[in-house]
Every structure is written in structure tokens, then in C-alpha cells.
T-cell receptor, first 114, second 115 residues
Framework: DTGVSQDPRHKITKRGQNVTFRCDPI?????LYWYRQTLGQGPEFLTY????????KSRLLSDRFSAERPKGSFSTLEIQRTEQGDSAMYLC????????????FGPGTRLTVL | AQTVTQSQPEMSVQEAETVTLSCTYD???????LFWYKQPPSRQMILVIR??????QNATENRFSVNFQKAAKSFSLKISDSQLGDAAMYFC????????????FGQGTELSVKP
């Protein structure tokens, strides 16, 4: 299966710790998106990349959050000094170059901050 | 700013029957796309159907079809001949060119299918 993969699938951490998530997009996809989904809600946009360039960040992405996509391949999302409010499902999606191309979603990383 | 609203938190349908999920949206853009995504329990989100705003004809994908009312900014999803595997969360979403291609999602509708 060559779909979008995310690692880890689940992460439990204590408040104040740093966590890093990884997303591997479909190989020929240039665009990569991060969304956050809290229980019972729809996903909310966090940030997106066109190749290695981070083109937009949501106001939801505080300075504790940082995302990278070195060499335009996989992407990482790091959360520093985690808070209980960061508990959510973090979804990654990728698509081909055109904005209206279908976004393919990964299985997500579920973060629980104790 | 764009908004997408799904006013039905939960819906239920009998197997083999038809169900319609509602969605309204608001955008000032003229060039946009609308989507319905399905998220089964503990499984990843998949695209069900998409509609380009410039197309008047309603999109259809097998048992899934939409009723796109542009003036009313309404985009409902009809599922015909419902199957047990249709049980999932369904999200309506909007995308515009001027917003960089990010999807704006509604709150979701949880669909259950009764055998």
C-alpha cells in the first residue's frame, strides 16, 4: 500500500514534554497538509507545504508548534511543552500540485497529554 | 472567512433505504470546490464525492449523489440503497483557490445503518 502513512499512531505524553510526529506522503505528491481533529469535531487546518516550502500557517499553530518538510519528502510536526489542550488527532494529507486535486489522508496520530 | 455547517450531528437509516445529509457553506469566493468525506470508526478519511462550483450538473458516484444549490449555498449528500459499510462520520468540506487549497470542514454527521 503506497498511501499516506503517519507515525506513531498513538502517543501518550505528560504535560510539558515535547513530541514529534512524522508523515510520509504519497511519493509523487507535492502538497502536504496538517490538520487537527478534536473529538466530535471536523478537522481544522494547521499548515501546508508545497514541496519544501511552508506556505501557510493557521493561527491555531502557536509558537509551540513547528513543522518541517526537508527536501519536500516526509514532514514532521513538533509540539513543544505540550498542554492538555493539545490532545487531539493530528491528520496529515497529501495531494498533487493543483490546489483542487484530491487530498489523501493518513490514519492520523492520536495524542493524549496527561 | 469560509464556514461550513452541518446541522445534523446524527442520522440513522435502515439498510437499503435512502438518506440525505445536509450541509450549508458560506464563501465570498466565486471559484471553489465542495467535498464529502467519509471517516469510518478508527479508519482514515476517504473522499466520497466532489463538486466543482462552476458546474451546474450535480455530481454522482454510484450510490452517492449531491444536490448542489449554489444560490442557497447548500450541498447535501444522498446515499441510496444504504449498506452497513456506509456507517461512518461524514464531513462536508469547502476548498477555494485563494485559500491555498486547505479544506474547511463542517462539524460532521454520524450516520448509523440499521440492519
Amino acid at each position: 500500500d503506497t498511501g499516506v502513512s503517519q507515525d506513531p499512531r498513538h502517543k501518550i505524553t505528560k504535560r510539558g514534554q515535547n513530541v514529534t510526529f512524522r508523515c510520509d506522503p504519497i511519493s509523487e505528491h507535492n502538497r502536504l497538509y496538517w490538520y487537527r481533529q478534536t473529538l466530535g469535531q471536523g478537522p481544522e487546518f494547521l499548515t501546508y507545504f508545497q514541496n519544501e516550502a511552508q506556505l501557510e500557517k493557521s493561527r491555531l499553530l502557536s509558537d509551540r508548534f513547528s513543522a518541517e518538510r526537508p527536501k519536500g519528502s516526509f514532514s514532521t510536526l513538533e509540539i513543544q511543552r505540550t498542554e492538555q489542550g493539545d490532545s487531539a488527532m493530528y491528520l496529515c494529507a497529501s495531494s498533487k500540485t493543483l490546489i483542487n486535486n484530491e487530498q489523501f489522508f493518513g490514519p492520523g496520530t492520536r495524542l493524549t497529554v496527561l | 472567512a469560509q464556514t461550513v455547517t452541518q446541522s445534523q450531528p446524527e442520522m440513522s437509516v435502515q439498510e437499503a433505504e435512502t438518506v440525505t445529509l445536509s450541509c450549508t457553506y458560506d464563501t465570498s469566493e466565486s471559484d471553489y470546490y465542495l467535498f464529502w468525506y467519509k471517516q469510518p470508526p478508527s479508519r482514515q478519511m476517504i473522499l466520497v464525492i466532489r463538486q466543482e462550483a462552476y458546474k451546474q450538473q450535480n455530481a454522482t458516484e454510484n450510490r452517492f449523489s449531491v444536490n448542489f444549490q449554489k444560490a442557497a449555498k447548500s450541498f447535501s449528500l444522498k446515499i441510496s440503497d444504504s449498506q452497513l459499510g456506509d456507517a461512518a462520520m461524514y464531513f462536508c468540506a469547502c476548498l477555494t483557490y485563494n485559500q491555498g487549497g486547505k479544506l474547511i470542514f463542517g462539524q460532521g454527521t454520524e450516520l448509523s445503518v440499521k440492519p
